[in-house]
């Protein structure tokens, strides 16, 4: 690579080739995208030591090539990958050759009911504008998954009856435990009630029950994925004069979609929508365009469903002909060099699942944080690799550390906050104001593991310290998560 004759070519990222384009200013980098914007991240803004805050920018692939006058950007999806050869081939007839290539292709959605047109999915900005489009019109609509979208679009939809089913008794499992689900749906269900009891610790354990002691725990090529904020520039209103109308139906999973034509000759009952408070059961006079059987027996009507349930890595247009080591979640399995398991091909972002032994404090989630630093490590790697110099793991990887929002709460989310593959052997520790925050400590041997802060705590960056240098803490008890002591100052 140190002869500016010879090629690097990159697919999509657009951390990776500005770092490599700093590395290396007499080299080629190319960027192949099958998306006409480049996302760039903006107003990057280092939290603390591991925690970032940024926004996400669509930008014409002009600026970039403006800016780094070696990267040259190709509008084109890649339609096959030929790596014996070293050389990719795109949907406009091309040929590329790569010495060094980094696929970061993303992630697609995992719809439930792949090809119903009354299932969206939200993933880009023509699936969320589709989406924003639909619900104009709509008067009901239910919302299938219990994750980061979901989340938001529950917060957000106004009105639009929305009923929301989720296999799990409480919302947000992917981020969450029952307590701060808790604190979470009081929120959404009144948002009045935001009067604030006097601070109190408690205890919950895994299954969420609460105690008022310490104890032991039992314990098709697509868009860009959308970033933080995504729904900021989209009205997401239906056509009726309500603010919020969500009816949650827990542990339950969509048994069958029914056409309205198909369910008339069913002659199965469908559910009106439950108002607030009302227990009596009504039966829905109304008709739908489509019927939504739930695995609890429940049927509701809608105008259409969103699919909310994961993503699987957008590996498939990379397989052909190519024998790649695969994750169990479908991602090209990579190494602590970000390397997949075919020469000179490396990956990032959704599309990779990390196969390196972790810090014991980090897991890998698809996100924007992490997609963005692995793609800048991966950049770092493939320098590396090119001039013979060894590398150290990034530091960002010492620590899982995710700062978002939900239901218009500041969410920070560090370490094993769920207390994730630790077994029953941890012991939780919260405080919670409602309407106010609500901060979780996992512990550990007297050791911090992880955390959830909740509201403006100010506390990220004394726990990140406390998770990073993994001090032990038996001696200071609930002192740790009292509220009269000023923690920060406790452990200068
Ligand atoms: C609605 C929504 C909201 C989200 N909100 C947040 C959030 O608040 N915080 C957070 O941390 N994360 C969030 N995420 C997750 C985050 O967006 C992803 O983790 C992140 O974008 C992954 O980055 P990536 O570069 O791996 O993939 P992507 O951003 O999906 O980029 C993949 C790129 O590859 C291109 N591509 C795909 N196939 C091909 C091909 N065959 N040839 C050429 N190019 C191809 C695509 O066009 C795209 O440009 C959200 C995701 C969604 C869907
Ligand atoms: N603020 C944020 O950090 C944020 C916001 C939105 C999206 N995201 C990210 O974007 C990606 C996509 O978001 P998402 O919400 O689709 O995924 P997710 O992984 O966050 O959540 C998927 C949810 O779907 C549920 N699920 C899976 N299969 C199901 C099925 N068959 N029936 C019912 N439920 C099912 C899971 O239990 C889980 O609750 C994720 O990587 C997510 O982390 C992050």
Not at 36 to 48: G, Y
Not at 248 to 259: F, M
Not at 433 to 442: A, M
Not at 469 to 488: A, H, K, R, T, V
Request: proline share 4%.
């Amino acid at each position: 690579m140190r002869n500016g004759k010879q090629r690097s070519r990159i697919q999509n990222e657009r951390v990776l080739p500005s770092k490599l384009a700093v590395n290396f200013p007499t080299e080629d980098i190319v960027l192949v995208t099958a998306s006409p914007v480049i996302k760039a991240v903006t107003n990057f803004k280092q939290v603390s030591k591991v925690l970032e805050e940024f926004d996400v920018e669509e930008q014409p692939s002009t600026v970039l090539e403006n800016r780094f006058p070696n990267i040259k950007v190709i509008e084109s999806g890649v339609k096959q990958l030929k790596s014996e050869e070293h050389c990719i081939f795109t949907e406009d007839g091309r040929q590329h050759a790569y010495r060094k290539l980094c696929l970061c292709a993303g992630a697609k959605p995992k719809l439930i009911c792949e090809g119903n047109p009354y299932v969206l999915g939200i993933r880009d900005t023509d699936s969320a504008q589709e989406f924003q489009k639909q619900l104009t019109k709509a008067k009901r609509i239910m919302i299938v998954g219990n994750g980061g979208i979901a989340l938001e679009l529950v917060y957000e939809i106004e009105g639009c009856e929305v009923i929301w089913a989720i296999k799990d008794k409480a919302i947000g499992n992917t981020f969450f435990d029952a307590g701060a689900a808790e604190f979470l749906t009081s929120k959404l269900m009144s948002e009045k009630s935001e009067a604030k009891i006097a601070p109190k610790r408690t205890i919950y354990t895994i299954e969420g029950a609460r105690k008022e002691n310490r104890s032991k725990a039992k314990a098709d090529n697509v868009g860009s994925a959308l970033g933080p904020d995504w729904h900021g520039g989209l009205d997401l209103k239906g056509p009726q004069e309500f603010s919020h109308s969500i009816h949650i139906e827990t542990r339950c999973e969509v048994k069958k979609i029914y056409l309205q034509e198909e369910f008339k000759i069913t002659k199965k009952k469908p559910l009106a929508f439950p108002k607030h408070q009302d227990k009596s059961v009504t039966l829905d006079k109304e008709m739908w365009p489509v019927y939504v059987e739930l695995t609890n027996g429940k049927i509701y009507g809608c105008d259409f469903l969103v699919s909310a349930t994961g993503v699987t890595p957008n590996v498939q247009p990379f397989l052909h002909g190519n024998n790649f080591d695969l994750g169990e979640d479908g991602g090209l399995k990579v190494d602590d060099q970000m390397r997949t398991s075919l020469p000179d091909i490396y990956a990032a972002g959704d599309i990779c699942t990390a196969c390196w032994q972790p810090s014991p404090v980090w897991q890998q989630m698809r996100l924007w944080t992490q997609a963005r630093q692995m793609g800048w490590y991966a950049a770092k790697c493939m320098a590396a690799a090119s001039l013979g110099h060894p590398i150290d793991m990034d530091f960002s990887f010492e620590l899982f550390a995710h700062v978002t929002k939900f239901f218009n709460y500041k969410v920070v989310l560090l370490g094993k906050y769920n207390a994730q593959g630790l077994g029953s052997d941890h012991e939780l520790m919260l405080r919670c104001t409602r309407g106010q925050e609500y901060i979780k400590v996992v512990m550990q041997n007297g050791r911090m593991m992880g955390a959830v802060l909740i509201g403006e705590t100010d506390l990220e960056e004394t726990f990140e310290n406390l998770i990073l240098n993994q001090m032990d803490l038996s001696s200071y008890g609930e002192d740790l998560l009292d509220p009269n002591i000023d923690i920060e100052d406790y452990f200068d």
